[in-house]
């Protein structure tokens, strides 16, 4: 495999300068196979988001199916089987989430899954990557979320979707069939990866990075420009 790193790298550095970002991008691979020359990852975690804040800490690894197995929600996301001894834990789950209140039982069929159940799942920093990679995991703030999908809309790879709710997970698998992906992530999600009270994520397909980036400064230029302008009309306009 032929590294893209120096690319990957440039294209992260372009696009935090403008959104700001607070933690590194997260890169996602699917595979058919295990992967040669990428550690293992060799430890447990409680959810398959969980890698995601390993990888924006600088570490790159892969994961096979049973490193998901602690989170029913999302290996039913990732359509990865659950071993025999643990696949009721996905009803035992929702049975909990349903009594709850937290999501309704006709909801279910509604959350996009991955069309494949994968081998084995790559994560990185997006400088990092090795490739390009299936999807992208922007941590934001709000107003950084909102340049990099209004960049996403001028490049022509938003999907026009509104912001996806619960699980966070989902929104890899829809933003592989759709494209840009808001996601104000799940309390899940939250716990698991430190995402913040003021954070957001937006999700690109990893193909679409690269028409994203430039399209970012000419959204920054113009917000800069309609900021001014708007600041203007309110102290010219406004009364009280």
Known sequence: MISDSPKWL??????????????????????????????????????????????AEGNTFYTVPENHFNCAVGAYTHSIPL????EKETEQTLKMMFELGYVRPDEV????????GPKAVIYSPLGEAAATPDV???????AGAML?????????????????????????????????????GCIGNRVYTGLGEDELYVVLRGKDVAKVAPALKTIESANTALRDYAKGRREQLSTL
Request: charged share 20%.
């Open 148 to 184: 990099l999908q209004e960049a996403a809309n001028r490049a022509g790879v938003g999907s026009g979707a509104p912001a996806l709710g619960r699980p966070t997970c989902m929104a890899l698998p829809a933003a592989i069939e759709h494209g840009a992906m808001t996601s104000l």
């Open 10 to 55: 440039e294209l992260e550095r372009e696009i935090a300068a403008v959104v700001k970002l607070g933690r590194r991008p997260v890169a996602v691979t699917y595979l058919d196979a295990e992967p040669a020359g990428i550690k293992k990852f060799a430890g447990s975690e409680p959810s398959g988001c969980s890698f995601w804040r390993l990888a």
């Open 83 to 86: 071993s025999p001894e643990r």
């Open 136 to 142: 992208v995991l922007f941590a934001c703030k709000p």
């Open 109 to 116: 069929p509604q959350i996009p899954r991955l069309a494949k």
